[in-house]
Structures are given as C-alpha cells and as structure tokens.
C-alpha cells in the first residue's frame, strides 16, 4: 500500500510539473503569436490598389491577403490571454477586425488571425514541448 501512495504522489507531482510548464508555455505562445500577426500585419506583401489617404499613398491589401496596415489600429489590438493549462484566447479589439477576417457581401475576406495561427502550429508544438521538457530536468 505504502509502494502505491509513493506512486500516487509521483504522478500527482508530474502532472503539477507538467501543468505548469503548460501555462507557461501557452504564454510563450501567446507573445508569439501576437508578434508574428503584428509583424505580418506592418510588413506583409501587398498586391491591391494604390490610395492617397491622409496625404501618404497606401497599398491596400488584395482578398485574402492578410489586411494591410494603414492606421496601425489593428495591429495594436492583436491580444491573447492564457489561462491555466490548456487555454490560450488569441484575437484582436478593433471593431472591425471580425469583418477583415471573415469578410462581408461588399469585401472579401482578408484571412489574418487564421493564417497566423496556421504558419504557427510547429512553432507552438516545439514551444510547449521545450517548457515540459525542461520542467524535468
């Protein structure tokens, strides 16, 4: 009984190391996320029209490009917050951003929060893996 309780304890103690690890991980991947999506925001390529706008040309973004910067307000708006273990909430606060990403009758989508999140799936795995790992050793 008493190899048992030892046991018991040793996988309770793992799980809490692993728990942790988790939540700082999914921190980690929460501020790469948030500068990846900034950075694709200000410097991805853009293909679509050519506008004056507050007296500096701008090149909008082309459907299904992610949305170009003009303002810099999407950009900064780009949030997450992880909590616990197994939850990271991963989005933006402009207003519009909703309808960028999924587009509306008059425009066409201009996909960011998904693409984000798409180029990043390897570096997420590798990130939660390198925090369980070094939570043991």
């Given amino acids: 009984a008493s190899s048992n309780n030892a046991n018991i304890l040793k996988i309770l103690i793992a799980e809490r190391a692993t728990n942790l690890a988790l939540a700082a ?9 948030v500068n990846k999506l900034q950075y694709m925001i200000r410097n991805g390529p853009r293909t679509g029209r050519v506008y004056t706008f507050r007296g500096r040309k701008h090149q909008a973004s082309a459907p299904g490009e992610v949305p170009a910067n003009r303002t810099g307000k999407l950009a900064s708006s780009v949030r997450y917050e992880a909590t616990g273990h197994h939850t990271l909430v991963f989005g933006e606060d402009a207003e519009y951003a909703g309808y960028l990403e999924r587009g509306t009758k008059r425009m066409a989508r201009r996909p ?25 050793k």
């Fill in 112 to 136: 960011h929060l998904e693409v984000a999140i798409n180029e990043m799936q390897t570096v997420t795995m590798q990130t939660l893996i390198k925090f369980i790992d070094e939570a043991y």
């Fill in 25 to 33: 991980g999914w921190k980690e991947v929460g501020t790469l996320l």
